[in-house]
Every structure is written in C-alpha cells, then in structure tokens.
C-alpha cells in the first residue's frame, strides 16, 4: 500500500480515475513521474484557461516572491492588491461599462456563491434562493443548497433549505420554461415566496455541458428586473474566457447584480475568488463576512499579469475559432456512433459528448487515459465526456486530443 492509500481520505476521486504520480507540467501537457506526457482537457477543472506554469504569469510570480514581497496580508491594503485592482478596472470592468465593488470572499469559487447568497439575503432581508436543475455552484451548505446533483447533496448530512428549483433552459427539451416562474412569482397561492435571488450558471459545466440561450438568459434578466429579485452569475468555471467572451453572460447583453469568479482568475492554478456586486448592495459590515485567505498576493501578482492576454480581442477570437473545431470533431465523432452518442453538447472551449449510456462515457475516459489524454465525466449520471483544454491549447495540440478522443470512443464503444 503506498502512502496515498494509506494516508489520503477515501474522499479523493481524480486520483482514482487516473492512476499516475503526476511530476512536472507545462503548457497543455502533464507529465507522471516517469516522464509519460498526458494532454490535458481537464485544465484543473477550469483552473488553469492559461495551461500549467505559463512563462508569462510564472516569471511575474518568481520576481514577485523573489523581492521578498508580501505574501499573505488577510484584506490589508498591498501593492499586489492596487495593482490588480486598478488593472481589472481598466481592462475587465471598464471596457464592458459595469460597475462593480469587488468583494474577496475566501480562496475557492463555493467562498464567493456563499458570499452572493447572504449578501442577497442580507439586502433583501428574504430568505429563498431559485436555482435552476442540474445546477452546480459549490460544496458548502448554502452552495449546495443551490445545486442539483443528488449525490453531493447527500453529502451535506443536513437538510438543506431556503431554496426552490426551477427548469432550466430547454429541460424536458423545452426552449423555455420561465413562464412557470413567472406565474409562481405571481400567483399568491404557488407557495413560492418572495425570493431574495436567482442564483444561474450560463452554461452548466458539472451539471453536464448543459447550454442556456441568449434569450433565455435574456428574459430571466428582464424577470429578475421586473420582480424586485437580484440576479447572481455564478462565472466560476465558464467566466475567464472559457465560453469565449471574459465573462460568459456577454453573449445575452445583461448585466448581473452579482457575479461569482474564481477558477482561472488567478490564472496560474492559484486560489482567488471575487465576489462582484453592485454598489448599492454594498451593505457589509466591517468583517462581516471574511476569511484567513480572502485573496492571496501571489494571486493578486498572477491575475493581473493574466489581464494581459484579454488587453486586445486575440484571446477571445481565438476560443471561439478552435471551439468551432471541436465542434466540427465531436459533431463527426458523434455521427460515427449514432446508438451511442446523444448529443454534442458546448460553447467557445468548453464541449460534451452525450452518451445514451452513462457507462459508455467513463469508458471513453479510461480509454483515452490508457492513450494520453486527460478528461472527465459530467452530469447527474456522469453521462457526459467533458472537454476543457487551456484557452492556449495550440492547433496542433487540439488535433491530436481530437484525434485520441476519436479513437477512445471507438474503442469504448467496441466493447
């Protein structure tokens, strides 16, 4: 028994999916102790949009450390900080005319939905949350209380409450069912209360690759406006261009009252989230909500360097290029394997491949693990194959994962 058997939680599960010793990384590729590189369409589950150990981000982070700077400074006032601060100013928020405060709420996505949930609640003085199915916002309780996975919402322990559950754009392969909503927010008897917000991810990654429409998102911004109810964006893992566009609500022209980043923002692998709201609903008291790691300097010194690459449109062009490729593959690859294949699912850089047998895509992921290539399942039955390489990923890079995906679905499908 090695030490990771013998030592590690029996919580662990990437570790069980791919049985290496991982050692060294670089751009879009891993590499296990014994040097074997593994193409990587996971990228730390959105994490890393600008692969592992970009020169760019990594040399600022060495200068940064080397200087002796600070490294941890709670909420106090560093020039890590300022630095950051004024950059996503002028190149994030600015550019897109949004005004926001920016809150540090702790260092993992589910720290900044916490946040959005009591400061909703706070400013509403309301206590119910809509979310929508398939949902996935985070693994503490009040993020749980939004999610939809059965599973980890078995894990809570506790009842979970203060939230109601509303379809998805095309649930039940419907375009829409906002209608319901409306009715229930006016209609005195739907047993629906005034809720204090609508918690929504515009494209539902671990909920399986699920896409809402510009429209929809649309109306339910229009909905939010007209009901009093505030509107969170839950960007943790399709914001930082992973859809394309820096933010992924872009593409359906609203403006959230509340936005949750975290993931790539750091864009090093580093943890930082930003809770973003509206000035008016800034009504915290001093400390009111905190944390020990509420927005690491060496964060603050990789995130503002990884602001560089979204100064001009190159990024974002280019995602939105090779996300055209991956769909072409994977809309090929599916018309290979019509019984098995139900739908090709994705926007910019971020796809799934449906299968009408859940065992089918974790089959395929092994497949392409015993070939070199890393992905994951998602979705309530782990029906999905997901593919998220680095925004950076080169042509030649996306060609050949294509091509391994290809031949691991032919071979999962063989037997």
């Not at 593994?38 to 200087?67: E, I, P, Q, T, V």
């Not at 600070?70 to 900080?81: F, N, P, W």
């Not at 720290?111 to 199915?133: D, H, I, P």
Request: charged residues 25%.
């Amino acid at each position: 028994m090695d030490v990771f058997d013998l030592l590690e939680s029996e919580v662990r599960s990437y570790s069980r999916s791919w049985p290496a010793v991982f050692d060294t990384a670089l751009g879009s590729r891993l590499y296990d102790e014994t040097g074997r590189p593994f193409l990587d369409f996971f990228a730390g589950a959105g994490a890393l949009n600008y692969g592992h150990n970009n020169r760019h981000l990594k040399k600022r982070l060495l200068d940064y450390l080397n200087g002796d700077s600070v490294v941890h400074s709670l909420d106090m006032r560093t020039v890590a900080k300022r630095r950051f601060l004024e950059a996503f100013q002028e190149i994030v928020l600015a550019p897109r005319k949004l005004r926001y405060k920016v809150q540090m709420p702790g260092p993992a996505g589910t720290n900044a939905v916490e946040a959005a949930l009591k400061l909703a609640r706070k400013y509403t003085g309301r206590q119910t949350v809509v979310s929508f199915t398939n949902a996935f916002h985070g693994m503490s309780l009040g993020s749980l209380a939004v999610t939809g996975n059965a599973m980890k919402r078995g894990g809570a322990g506790v009842q979970l409450g203060h939230s109601v559950t509303m379809p998805y754009d095309h649930y039940l392969d419907r375009p829409s069912h906002l209608p319901l909503l409306e009715r229930m927010l006016d209609d005195k008897g739907s047993g629906l209360d005034q809720p204090a917000a609508v918690i929504v991810e515009t494209l539902q990654g671990e909920g399986g690759v699920h896409t809402a429409g510009p429209q929809w998102l649309g109306d339910l911004a229009d909905l939010c406006e007209r009901h009093d109810v505030l509107l969170i964006v839950d960007d943790i893992q399709m914001g930082c261009g992973r859809t394309g566009p820096f933010f992924s609500f872009e593409i359906a022209g609203i403006v959230p009252d509340i936005v949750c980043l975290s993931k790539s923002l750091s864009g090093y692998g580093l943890p930082l989230a930003l809770t973003l709201l509206r000035p008016e609903l800034d009504v915290w008291e001093p400390g009111e909500h905190n944390g020990t790691f509420r927005g690491t300097d060496p964060a603050f010194v990789t995130a503002t360097a990884a602001l560089d690459f979204w100064t001009g449109d190159g990024l974002e062009g280019q995602t939105l290029a090779k996300g055209e490729r991956v769909r072409t593959a994977l809309e090929r690859i599916a018309g290979d394997h019509r019984d098995a294949v139900a739908e090709v699912r994705g926007r910019g850089l971020v796809w799934g491949l449906a299968f009408a047998d859940p065992a089918r895509s974790s089959a395929v992921c092994r497949a392409a693990f015993e070939r070199g290539l890393l992905m994951e399942t998602s979705g309530p039955e782990s029906e999905v194959v997901k593919l998220l390489p680095p925004l950076t990923t080169t042509d030649e890079e996306l060609a050949e994962g294509l091509e391994i995906l290809a031949r691991s679905v032919d071979a999962a499908c063989a037997r």
